[in-house]
């Protein structure tokens, strides 16, 4: 629906743009090329010609062109005639396989409208969608990480618990595009995580998340074929000198403005995205059927339910801004005793983090991690209680490689269960995870190098072909690229606002680590260390001191709609612009003394190409012009490689 509406647009702009343009279009270069050189045969004047420098010259063979001010006199006002074979060709060639590929983009949001204002941030800020990106594949990269060195604790007591493991990481890493949170009280989350039966829980979401995952389609390949043969014979035309040079460059320029979609469309399917934004709700309310609890006889049967609700974990899409832990931690209030404002003015604070939607990504990347980190910790402490032969109901069984045996110990009622897990006064993480600012820092610099490194390559391209200068294409380039930055700044901005004002709403009534008389055992001593050390990594953290939180709420609050909104604004108005460049390129309009001279940038020093060949062109050119090719290039292949290498799966690779 999105990518029609988009493709619709541009079909509008092909059919007004014409119009628009024929009706100026009384410009000529050649002919006007023709009658001054007649001119000079009855009175030679050559205080108007520059060579190839655009220095004057008293030499007409060794002369490029003439002056901006003598163009205008010359040749007159307008552009060239609006050329219809020209147009629909090259933007059939050009324009179109791009458009197409629109189509293959994550969408997976709540609704069309939301869909529609996807596509716009992708195309509008390269930089977002691939930001999030990025933030997808570290966050996965940690997931699997911490679940690796729960894989090794649990294998070295008895390992009964690795399966149930290696279906919570899958969960957690495959519903990253939707808001997740922690459903229930602390005892709920410590029945699913100890509780043996509870295991078809965790199976069953694993199961649900994989079967809806999208796939490799023959669409999706066919288009990424197509855009792919079309770049690799526009740049090998490019630097055939027997072609049109200039329509060769301005199709170079086009591919480098929108081969990003290359990489970031295949990462999203490699590091994995749900065919829809209901499908991770879908599966939570599936496996709440097979969710285990102790009956009148102290044994646990399965309860089937038939609320459609979500048990223990839940997608919160469409609630109010409830942050991911507030279900697990019961009425955090401030130290003032009362609730920081979750709206304002009918505005909800936390944005994009509750859209469903991998572009919106970024926005929840400090709140999935901390979902995830949640249970994590969950079953971290499981271990070192099994490490410690530690019995949820204390009366010990005996522990061995009996399957019966080992479920008895872990039986017990939920009251016992919760302590299992959550020991006197348990020390909940810290919502800063150490982590997430390096994954930020290193996200911003991907998503530059693959924004900029396309970009720039256009940019290069179009200002290093003589007449070398900041011109109309150049200058065009530079503002897309300059508008998608700042949207990316203000989005991320507005994110990272509402994720501190989160922090605040719950940065009170945090319990104290336990001391070691109220725990027994060394062994659990230990890891409770271990977390504790954790929870403070963000001391050795050089950005954690960076907090938002002193400033009052109320110069704070207004920031987050306002830099959201102005960001989003940006974006949408920015994949117009792209759509209006991509095709006025092609209509001539372009073909006039102003653009044709630089006088954006050259100011009185501005100068147009007349006499010039298309050989003198390339051997002015060529340098620029590989290293432009090189640069998209490298920043294309640079950034495929990135998401491919660093999700993290060699980790689970067996030595």
């Not at 100890?194 to 078809?200: D, H």
């Not at 170079?252 to 990003?260: D, E, G, K, P, R």
């Not at 290039?633 to 290498?645: E, I, Y």
């Amino acid at each position: 629906m999105s990518s029609v509406t988009l493709i619709g647009i541009s079909i509008g702009l092909l059919f007004v743009l014409p119009g628009v343009v024929s009706a100026a279009g009384l410009f000529n270069f050649s002919q006007c090329a023709i009658d001054i050189n007649t001119t000079f045969t009855v009175a030679f004047n050559s205080s108007f010609l520059v060579d190839s420098s655009g220095s004057f010259t008293t030499n007409l063979d060794n002369a490029w062109g003439i002056t901006y001010d003598a163009c205008k006199t010359l040749c007159g006002s307008g552009w060239e005639a609006f050329d219809w074979y020209f147009f629909s060709t090259s933007v059939s060639s050009w324009v179109l396989p791009w458009l197409a590929l629109t189509a293959q983009l994550p969408y997976e949001t709540k609704d069309s409208s939301t869909n529609l204002l996807s596509v716009l941030l992708a195309v509008g800020s390269p930089m977002l969608i691939t930001y999030s990106l990025c933030l997808t594949v570290l966050n996965s990269r940690w997931i699997n990480i911490r679940f690796r060195a729960l894989y090794d604790q649990n294998e070295e007591v008895l390992g009964k618990q690795v399966k149930t493991m290696e279906a919570a990481r899958v969960f957690l890493r495959e519903s990253q595009h939707v808001p997740l949170g922690i459903s229930g009280s602390r005892n709920i989350l410590a029945q699913l995580v100890v509780s043996a039966e509870n295991r078809a829980w965790w199976y069953s979401l694993r199961k649900e998340v994989l079967r809806s995952k999208r796939e490799w389609t023959y669409s999706l390949l066919a288009q990424v074929i197509w855009v792919t043969v079309a770049v690799i014979s526009a740049v090998s035309d490019f630097f055939d000198a027997t072609v049109d040079n200039t329509t060769m460059g301005i199709g170079v320029a086009i591919n480098s403005l929108w081969i990003w979609m290359i990489p970031v469309t295949l990462g999203f399917v490699w590091v994995g995205t749900q065919r829809s934004s209901s499908t991770v709700r879908e599966a939570l309310m599936a496996a709440e059927a097979l969710v285990s609890e102790e009956g009148a006889s102290g044994v646990y049967q399965p309860v089937r339910r038939v609320t459609n609700r979500m048990i223990g974990l839940r997608d919160r899409t469409g609630d109010e801004y409830i942050s991911a832990r507030s279900d697990l931690e019961n009425n955090m209030r401030l130290r003032h005793g009362r609730s920081l404002p979750r709206t304002l003015y009918g505005i909800s604070i936390a944005g994009f983090e509750m859209e469903p939607g991998p572009i919106f990504n970024y926005a929840r990347a400090w709140s999935h991690l901390y979902t995830s980190r949640l249970i994590i910790d969950a079953f971290e402490t499981l271990n070192a209680r099994l490490e410690a032969r530690h019995p949820v109901h204390r009366k010990e069984i005996g522990w061995n490689y009996d399957v019966k045996q080992w479920k008895d110990n872990l039986q017990g009622s939920p009251e016992e269960m919760e302590a299992y897990i959550y020991p006197p006064k348990y020390q909940r993480p810290s919502r800063d995870t150490d982590c997430m600012m390096w994954h930020c820092l290193l996200s911003a610099l991907v998503g530059a190098m693959l924004q900029w490194g396309t970009t720039g390559a256009a940019i290069l391209t179009a200002y290093n072909t003589p007449v070398i200068g900041l011109g109309c294409e150049s200058g065009a380039y530079l503002l897309y690229g300059t508008m998608a930055t700042l949207s990316w700044a203000l989005l991320v901005f507005s994110a990272y606002l509402s994720h501190q004002h989160d922090v605040r709403i719950e940065s009170d009534k945090s319990p104290q680590a336990p001391t070691t008389a109220e725990v027994s055992n060394k062994e659990l001593r230990s890891l409770l260390s271990r977390q504790t050390t954790a929870n403070s990594l963000s001391t050795l953290n050089p950005f954690s001191g960076f907090s938002l939180r002193s400033l009052p709420p109320s110069l704070v609050l207004p920031l987050i709609p306002l830099t959201r909104y102005l960001g989003l604004l940006l974006g949408a108005i920015n994949a117009i612009w792209l759509l209006l460049i991509s095709i006025l390129q092609f209509t001539n309009v372009y073909n006039n003394c102003w653009c044709e001279s630089c006088a954006l940038g050259l100011g009185t020093k501005a100068w147009v190409i007349l006499w010039a060949t298309d050989d003198q062109i390339v051997a002015a050119a060529w340098n620029s012009w590989v290293f432009a090719v090189v640069m998209s290039c490298v920043a294309v292949l640079g950034a495929g490689f990135f998401f491919v290498a660093m999700r993290g799966e060699e980790i689970f690779v067996r030595e």
